[in-house]
T-cell receptor, first 111, second 113 residues
Framework: AQSVTQLDSHVSVSEGTPVLLRCNYSSSYSPSLFWYVQHPNKGLQLLLKYTSAATLVKGINGFEAEFKKSETSFHLTKPSAHMSDAAEYFCVVTPTYKYIFGTGTRLKVLA | DTEVTQTPKHLVMGMTNKKSLKCEQHMGHRAMYWYKQKAKKPPELMFVYSYEKLSINESVPSRFSPECPNSSLLNLHLHALQPEDSALYLC????????????FGPGTRLTVL
């Protein structure tokens, strides 16, 4: 069975400092992994995806994630947080076209 | 066009009302999805249509009735809802194969009185 765990329900960073949102997955075979962002009362926007090509994946708005099979992790990072990054972030694993969502991480950016 | 549109943005209905949510995409995707999202929770899958046929129903109560009239359009018909059905309803679309990302609409905020 596939599953995904987001290790932090809330993360607070100061504007201009690095962001790290952690995600671990469980999969019996090589999965597809995604990060989505959701601003309040909005839909989900795809940040980036991993589909067994390069292990370091670059996404939109300066975000990137590294797939580490040995650690079963797919952590999301950004070198410098911006106020507009404050939102809910979801890590997703998909065995087929059915998504399995993590519980989400709320990112707060302090001025 | 990489957009999924949903109407209405907001909907308030009584428990005896009948209403419908609409979702549209013009990306040529042949899989479309309905999700329900409660506050501070991830989306929960309700239905999946693949090539205009219902392929997944996640044991959703019959007061929710999906319809896929064509490859671009997805409806969700609502009848005799309960207050606990109040939520953000999200539509998404993708190609119906593994590894393809889903594109989400902005959602309909539903309140059941």
């Amino acid at each position: 069975a596939q599953s995904v765990t987001q290790l932090d329900s809330h993360v607070s960073v100061s504007e201009g400092t690095p962001v790290l949102l952690r995600c671990n997955y469980s999969s019996s075979y090589s999965p597809s992994l995604f990060w989505y962002v959701q601003h309040p009362n909005k839909g989900l926007q795809l940040l980036l995806k991993y589909t067994s090509a390069a292990t370091l994946v670059k996404g939109i708005n300066g975000f990137e994630a590294e797939f580490k099979k040995s650690e079963t992790s797919f952590h999301l990072t950004k070198p410098s947080a911006h106020m507009s990054d404050a939102a809910e972030y979801f890590c997703v694993v998909t065995p087929t076209y059915k998504y399995i969502f993590g519980t989400g991480t709320r990112l707060k950016v302090l001025a | 066009d990489t957009e999924v549109t949903q109407t209405p943005k907001h909907l308030v209905m009584g428990m005896t009302n009948k209403k419908s949510l609409k979702c549209e995409q013009h990306m040529g995707h042949r899989a479309m999805y309905w999700y329900k999202q409660k506050a501070k929770k991830p989306p929960e899958l309700m239905f999946v249509y693949s090539y205009e046929k219902l392929s997944i129903n996640e044991s959703v109560p019959s007061r929710f009735s999906p319809e896929c009239p064509n490859s671009s359009l997805l409806n969700l018909h609502l009848h005799a809802l309960q207050p606990e059905d109040s939520a953000l309803y999200l539509c998404a679309s993708s190609q119906p194969t593994s590894n393809n990302e889903q594109f989400f609409g902005p959602g309909t905020r539903l309140t059941v009185l």
